[in-house]
């Protein structure tokens, strides 16, 4: 605790000398050379793991992943990479962005080189980050791409070359796919949110400075002397010092949440979250495990039998269309992905509507005509505990086929759970309290947080169910 005061007394220093946070900003923005070495030796390590897995032979069912490519890579990949890149988002803000990212890091390089075009309108369009999201989260389902190396290959390495070819034909030197088309970047814009750092801006000290100063290189286009949030900075240091007006700080990590207003609330991340994050993702993490999905398969499947139709139950998809490994006895018929679409669709629906409902109703509880949107960006939390209990799911089932006891994990699990949960009701109870509409009196404040807190609950119960 004492550390935690010191940390945070050294951010406010007062004799004008840098304080411990600043001088971490101060030492990226000095040592760029220090962090392109780290991004091409993060990128050498990464095309090797995501090509080499794709052209070995599947692994036999008793082979253990330390000492196995492909397992390896698969462990790596999607048992420590997500789920830890994505709770880096929260501790950090998108640091792995700025300094690890090689699909970032590589698309700088080739806007470097490249041709340097203006961005289209087309690609400015704010709902890409949600479309990119849900259309990969579905494809990744339908091909299996936490199981199998030529899976990921095709989405990871083709997201990889698509950001390549976006550098090289937009921007000048910039991140123009980090930007606006990055599937995963409106989810860590979400979380970064959260993040108890930021690169603070203090805009009089900025509009006073006296000299010009030559414009930041700041790869994801933000503008940086507005900027009052952690959602696009990509945490990169370069910025540190401009103008003396910007700073690597602590906050309190509700604040940019709560200070959200109306005006800056944006629609289409409030989408990706209810619908997104907690609709798609959630489906996409628990079809396999339900017992509905194996008794609607049962059922239809007997169905069609009794009816002679056959064709759904082919299995001649490639398996870049449908998962297709015969060797491990993993194949795909056209209903298993009708299915999985379906229930994940269904999943969607159901939480997203719900959501969808709830917002309507506190905003009519509130007296507000527009949907308030902003009180979803309260859902952040729970957004994050759920997609992490998802990502790591593959990661404990991999340690337990390694043998490893690991009973304390399904308390754990719930404790992240209710932590999130929790988390989110406190934000939501705030930003109520701030609703500036006076006629919101207490008790349809109440009834109003209740109305989101409902869907909440079913997100969790689906968890623990
Ligand atoms: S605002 Fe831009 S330059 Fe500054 S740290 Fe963030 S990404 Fe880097």
Redesign the pocket.
């Given at each position: 605790m004492k550390q935690i005061n010191n940390l945070i007394h050294t951010t406010a220093s007062e004799n004008g000398s840098p304080t411990r946070l600043q001088a971490v900003g101060d030492w990226m923005r000095d040592h760029r050379g220090f962090i392109q070495a780290i991004q091409w030796a993060v990128i050498i390590f990464y095309l090797a793991l995501v090509i080499t897995p794709a052209f070995l032979p599947l692994p036999k069912a008793y082979a253990h992943f330390y000492e196995n490519l492909v397992l390896f890579a698969q462990f790596l990949f999607w048992g420590i990479w997500w789920p830890f890149v994505m709770l880096s988002m929260i501790l950090f803000g998108r640091l792995w962005c700025?300094v690890f990212c090689p699909e970032g890091a590589l698309s700088e390089w080739a806007s470097r080189h490249g041709r340097g075009g203006a961005i289209p309108r087309w690609m400015r369009w704010s709902g890409w980050p949600f479309t990119a999201f849900v259309l990969t989260t579905l494809y990744g389902q339908l091909i299996s791409v936490y199981e199998y190396p030529k899976a990921a290959l095709l989405i990871l390495g083709g997201s990889t070359v698509a950001a390549m070819v976006v550098g090289f034909l937009y921007g000048r030197g910039k991140r123009v796919w980090c930007r606006h088309l990055c599937p995963a970047s409106g989810v860590f814009s979400l979380l970064a949110r959260l993040a108890p750092v930021h690169?603070r801006v203090d805009r009089e000290t900025w509009r006073q400075a006296p000299r010009r100063t030559p414009a930041?290189?700041?790869?994801?286009l933000?503008n940086?002397a507005d900027?009052t949030g952690n959602s696009?900075?990509?945490?990169?240091?370069?910025?540190?010092e401009h103008r003396e007006a910007?700073a690597l700080s602590v906050r309190s990590p509700n604040r940019e949440i709560l200070s959200l207003s109306a005006e800056t609330a944006n629609r289409w991340d409030a989408l990706l979250l209810i619908f997104g994050l907690l609709g798609v993702a959630t489906g996409a993490f628990q079809w396999s495990a339900s017992p509905w999905f194996v008794q609607l398969k049962q059922g239809l499947a007997d169905w069609l039998i009794e009816h002679d139709v056959y064709w759904p139950l082919g299995d001649g998809a490639p398996w870049w269309v449908l998962t297709h490994y015969p060797e491990t006895n993993d194949v795909f018929t056209w209903l298993d992905g009708a299915l999985i679409l379906f229930y994940i669709g269904a999943t969607t629906l159901i939480i997203g509507g719900a959501f969808m409902l709830a917002l309507r109703l506190a905003g009519w509880l509130l007296g507000q005509r527009e949907l308030p949107w902003r009180l979803a960006y309260a859902l952040t939390p729970l957004a994050g505990s759920s997609v992490f209990l998802g990502l790591s799911a593959l990661t404990v089932s991999m340690l337990k086929a390694e043998r490893l006891a690991l009973p304390w994990v399904p308390q754990l699990r719930i404790a992240l759970l209710a932590a999130g949960l929790l988390w989110s009701g406190w934000l939501l109870w705030r930003m109520l309290a701030k609703t500036p509409d006076e006629g919101a009196t207490l008790t349809r404040r109440t009834f109003a947080w209740a109305a989101l807190m409902g869907p909440a609950g079913l997100v969790a119960g689906s968890w623990i169910g």
């Open positions: 700025g690169f930041v290189d700041c790869a994801p933000i940086i900027m696009a900075c990509h945490m990169c240091g370069r910025c540190s910007v």
